[in-house]
């Protein structure tokens, strides 16, 4: 019996050894820990990193750039040239309505902002898509609407994942210290939040998993559209100017697409619906995009630096050196658009044929 107790005790103090070793690494910055002076925690969550660095700084920005992994090209310090506000890019990846609502409620919360920049994208909308994983255990998760955080408080994903005991966390800490210590350390954003490294080298590649994953079943969420009116709303009551733009696809993932006769109505009834939402929408997301080839893109969705300083120019300086590409849609305007696109969209088929056949 007492080999039994000593056994026990011996397993419990190495537990616990192993729980307050990863606490103390604190590797996806929950806590904000960092007693073993990391210059960086390469595996932490990008909206973690992003979370801590605003709840902490002193520094105050003027302009947010929100949305998912395709904003985080946009180099704030081209945008505060031609705008002379202090930017950061508070993109996250993967992200969905209800993360994007919990980061406006965040910078709400920490910052006086003058501008936010909300890029959405297509499958933003639909209903049939899971919550990220990582929101359940990340700081943000306080800011979320009551209804999505109640569900989450009940889940045990969120309390062994809150609460470091997984062999994961483990080994990102043992990763952590290798790395910070005795290996390379990997930076992989600019302090103003811009993701390092959205050079395209090569052919981009079409993004198939979006068809088989984003876009499968899609139907709009009444509860995704309420989280976007409610981010509309934050913004009017605190008198912040809310730019809101849809993100491109480059020509394969585009044609692809509208070849589908249920995506296409979709994507007709997605432009129609966050203009009925935020009135003013650039939209992005159209045969303009077709000019911009290989260099432009990192996949077929995700943008290049070279096109986000083509994007940024087109918002900020109202230069556009493409006509088709950046419209500014309102209420008044989005059937004439929508059927002028459809007849693009036509033209564009035929000259296909042409040339197939020529």
Avoid at 36 to 45: C, I, P
Avoid at 214 to 223: A, N, R, V
Avoid at 253 to 281: A, C, G, M, P, Q
Wanted: aromatic share 14%; proline share 3%.
């Amino acid at each position: 019996m007492k080999y039994i107790i000593k056994l026990f005790i011996f397993i419990s103090l190495i537990a616990v050894s192993f729980y307050l070793f990863v606490l103390s690494i604190d590797p996806y910055d929950k806590y904000g820990f960092n007693y073993f002076n990391l210059t960086t925690k390469a595996v932490n969550s990008y909206r973690d990193n992003k979370f801590h660095q605003i709840d902490n700084t002193m520094e105050k920005y003027d302009l947010f750039i929100l949305g998912s992994s395709r904003v985080q090209a946009f180099d704030p310090e081209l945008i505060e040239v031609d705008t002379g506000l202090k930017t950061f890019n508070y993109g996250v990846n993967n992200s969905k309505p209800e993360d994007l609502l919990a980061i406006t409620k965040h910078i709400v919360a920490k910052q006086t902002p003058k501008i936010i920049f909300l890029q959405l994208d297509f499958y933003n909308l639909n209903k049939h898509i899971p919550m990220d994983g990582r929101l359940k255990v990340s700081p943000l998760r306080e800011y979320l609407d009551n209804n999505v955080k109640e569900t989450i408080d009940s889940s045990e994903f969120y309390f062994y994942e809150k609460t470091y005991t997984t062999l994961s966390s483990l080994k990102d800490s043992i990763k952590l210290i290798y790395k910070n210590k005795l290996g390379t350390v990997e930076i992989t954003h600019k302090h103003n939040g811009m993701n390092l490294g959205n050079i395209s080298k090569e052919k981009p590649k079409l993004a198939e998993p979006y068809f088989k994953n984003e876009y499968k079943s899609y139907e709009f969420g009444e509860k995704r559209i309420g989280y976007f009116k409610q981010l509309k709303k934050l913004c009017d009551t605190n008198n912040i100017k809310l730019i809101v733009s849809i993100s491109p696809m480059n020509e394969e993932h585009f044609t692809k697409l509208v070849n589908d006769d249920y995506l296409y109505r979709k994507l007709f009834s997605f432009k129609r619906k966050v203009v009925e939402i935020f009135d003013k929408v650039y939209d992005f997301n159209n045969i303009g995009a077709f000019k911009y080839q290989d260099i432009y893109w990192m996949d077929s969705v995700h943008p290049s630096v070279e096109l986000t300083n083509v994007m940024e120019k087109i918002i900020f300086t109202s230069q556009n050196i493409n006509n088709n590409f950046g419209i500014k849609l309102n209420k008044d305007n989005i059937e004439a658009y929508l059927e002028h696109l459809k007849q693009q969209i036509k033209d564009y088929d035929l000259k296909k044929i042409n040339t197939i056949n020529k």
